[in-house]
């Protein structure tokens, strides 16, 4: 009888919070982050779940800051086929070996998210040990945006959004459409947070699995546009004020099942990789006791930049930096 009623639970929590979600690429995000927090231990549970508001909203955070900051965009993709084709085995882990192969400008130019990860995994387990509340929780929170980004397939190529293969609106229709659509029944009992031996080699293992899927992302997409007509393709919401087109309940249904739920398949790792994150950067820092963290002032520099990463994103101006990241599943 226990199971199923914390079964219950849980999705009624997780369910909540989501069920009115519109934007694009915001709702699987928060999805993400939230459902990470059910998969840590006892010890970290309790301060997560006590913030678990903050970690879902802010989990967009970074990619407001894309309005803001030039060097934010190259944190949010790869695009391994510029240098490599699946595995890539030639294509250097470490950032200093890739640095020396390729040069630091190249690399930002086409993308820096694996080695990000690993920045962001070093800054959460300083928090951790300096046990300061406000880092732990915008820090797991924007890793956790990171990590998701990274299980993306269409976040490891220069064909980040069909533009050279005359499928344009793949991005969001993929990362967005379906998600909205059929995420409400995703099976989102992944397991438990397990202790990661080698960061390096696991965040390349989540997008070297991304870029593997790409063939199946554009070739099942292509071979369903073949056989449906645009008035079946598309249909017109509305969003706001405004009817915007988009793929249909009938073709998004139908590339799902296509992909065999790749798109469920990829959420739930992105879910698990999350919580294995955080928690091996707690272990790492030494299992401090959570409930002792404190809420340090911002400083005066970082309130500043809070402000005008948020009214940036507020007025939207041209251009967001890094990827066009496509505001509705069509454009």
């Not at 699987?28 to 006590?50: S, T």
């Not at 040069?103 to 690993?118: F, M």
């Not at 960061?199 to 099942?220: C, E, N, R």
């Not at 911002?298 to 990463?309: A, D, Q, V």
């Amino acid at each position: 009888m226990k199971y199923p009623i914390a079964k219950i639970l849980v999705l009624f929590l997780i369910v909540f919070t989501f069920k009115n979600a519109q934007a694009w690429g915001f709702w699987g995000h928060q999805r993400i982050n939230r459902i990470a927090v059910f998969l840590l231990p006892p010890a970290m549970i309790d301060f997560y779940k006590a913030n678990i508001e903050y970690i879902t909203v802010h989990a967009v955070d970074p990619d407001k800051r894309r309005y803001a900051l030039p060097d934010e965009g190259a944190r949010h993709f790869i695009d391994l086929d510029h240098y490599c084709q699946y595995p890539c085995d030639s294509f250097p882990r470490r950032w200093k070996d890739a640095v020396a192969k390729y040069s630091e400008d190249t690399l930002k130019a086409y993308g820096i998210v694996p080695w990000h990860i690993q920045t962001m995994m070093y800054r959460l387990t300083d928090a951790f040990k300096m046990k300061d509340k406000n880092k732990i929780l915008k820090t797991s929170t924007e890793l956790g945006h990171y990590v998701a980004d990274a299980s993306v397939p269409l976040h490891t190529t220069e064909n980040y959004n069909g533009q050279m293969t005359n499928q344009v609106g793949i991005h969001g229709f993929w990362e967005s459409r379906i998600p909205e659509l059929f995420g409400e029944d995703y099976d989102y009992f992944i397991g438990k947070a397990e202790y990661i031996d080698k960061p390096l080699d696991y965040t390349w293992k989540i997008v070297l699995q991304s870029h593997a899927a790409l063939d199946t992302v554009f070739g099942m997409e292509k071979k369903l546009s073949a056989t449906f007509p645009d008035d079946i393709k598309y249909t017109y919401e509305s969003r706001g004020a405004t009817m915007v087109r988009v793929y249909s309940k009938e073709f998004s249904q139908a590339y799902s099942d296509s992909m065999q739920k790749m798109v469920e398949r990829r959420m739930r790792s992105a879910i698990k990789s999350v919580a294995d994150i955080w928690y091996t950067c707690w272990i790492n820092a030494g299992q401090q006791v959570l409930n002792e963290a404190k809420e340090l002032p911002l400083s005066e520099e970082e309130r500043k930049e809070m402000e005008e990463e948020d009214r940036l994103w507020r007025t939207k101006p041209k251009p967001m930096f890094g990827h066009f990241h496509p505001e509705s599943g069509t454009e």
